[in-house]
C-alpha cells in the first residue's frame, strides 16, 4: 500500500483541492440506479470523506463506503449526517467483510492506483467480486500515463516543482488562495510514480505568508491490457472502457481509463 497517510490534515483540505469534476456524479449515478431497480445498493470502495458517494445518497441511492483512514470517514459522517441512507465502514480495500452483495462497486478518483503491488491489486478485485451479485458492475477510474508528461519528468522537469492550479483552492475560513505545486519521480521499471506537492498559502496582498509540504505519495500507472488482463483473472467481463466522464472514446491521448466491468 502507499505510505501517504490520510491524516486529519489532509482530510480538511481534500474536498477544497480535489473538487468534483464535472459529469462525476453523474456518471455513477446512472449505474447506481441501474442496481437500486434490481433492489440492490452500491459499495463505494476508498470513499474517503464522501466526495461521491454523499451526492448519490441524495439523490436516493441507498450505499455503504469503505474506507481505511478513520480521519476521512470521520469527515464523510460529518458531512453525511442525517442521511439514512449511506453507511461507513471502516476497512482495508484488499480485504473487507460486509456480508453483502451488492448490486454496483465503484472506485473513483483513481484510488485503485494505491495499490503498488500486483498481489494487493488482485486481492482488492477479488474482495469487490465477492460483493458483488451475479450480474453486478464494477466501474473504476484510473489514470493514462500521459508519455510525454512522463519524459518530461524524466528529464527537464526533473527534481523541479511545477504549478498546478487543478488543485489550487481558496480557504472558507480565512478567505487565503493556496497555490499547488507538484513534483513527480517516475520509475518506469516498477511503473510507478512518487509526488510531492507543495502549497504556498497567499495573503490579501498576494503574498506568501507560508509554504506547506505534504507526505510523498506513491501510485502505480497501468496499461490499457494490463487492467484487462487484472480484471478477467479475478472474474469481471469488461463491458465498456471510456476515455473520460463524458463517455468519450477512449484513445491513447484520453486523461484516464474509465472502466465498466461485470460479474457473470
Not at 23 to 29: A, I, P, Q, R
Not at 180 to 209: C, F, I, K, N
Amino acid at each position: 500500500m502507499s505510505e501517504f497517510v490520510y491524516d486529519e490534515e489532509v482530510a480538511a483540505r481534500y474536498d477544497l483541492a480535489v473538487p468534483l469534476r464535472r459529469g462525476e456524479v453523474d456518471f455513477y449515478l446512472e449505474l447506481a440506479r441501474e442496481a437500486e431497480e434490481r433492489g440492490l445498493r452500491t459499495l463505494e470502495v476508498a470513499c474517503g470523506t464522501g466526495r461521491v458517494l454523499i451526492p448519490l445518497a441524495q439523490q436516493g441511492v441507498r450505499a455503504v463506503g469503505v474506507d481505511n483512514s478513520a480521519a476521512m470517514l470521520a469527515l464523510a459522517r460529518d458531512k453525511g449526517a442525517g442521511l439514512k441512507t449511506v453507511d461507513w465502514v471502516e476497512g482495508d480495500m484488499r480485504s473487507f467483510d460486509l456480508g453483502e452483495q451488492f448490486g454496483l462497486a465503484i472506485i473513483p478518483a483513481g484510488s485503485f492506483q494505491l495499490l503498488l503491488s500486483t498481489d494487493d491489486q488482485l486481492s482488492c478485485l477479488r474482495c469487490i467480486h465477492r460483493h458483488l451479485a451475479p450480474g453486478g458492475r464494477f466501474a473504476f477510474e484510473v489514470e493514462n500515463p500521459n508519455i510525454t508528461a512522463m519524459a518530461e519528468w524524466l528529464t527537464t522537469k526533473r527534481g523541479t516543482f511545477q504549478r498546478n492550479p487543478e488543485r489550487d483552492f481558496v480557504d472558507p475560513e480565512t478567505g487565503h488562495q493556496w497555490l499547488a505545486w507538484d513534483s513527480v519521480e517516475y520509475h518506469p521499471s516498477t511503473q510507478r510514480w512518487v509526488g510531492v506537492r507543495m502549497y504556498e498559502e497567499l495573503d490579501e496582498d498576494g503574498r506568501v505568508v507560508q509554504r506547506s509540504y505534504l507526505q510523498p505519495m506513491k501510485a502505480r500507472y497501468f496499461s490499457r491490457y494490463e487492467v484487462e488482463h487484472l480484471l478477467a483473472r479475478c472474474g469481471f467481463e469488461p463491458e465498456a472502457l471510456y476515455g473520460d466522464l463524458s463517455k468519450a472514446e477512449y484513445a491513447g491521448t484520453s486523461p484516464e481509463m474509465l472502466w465498466v466491468a461485470h460479474r457473470p
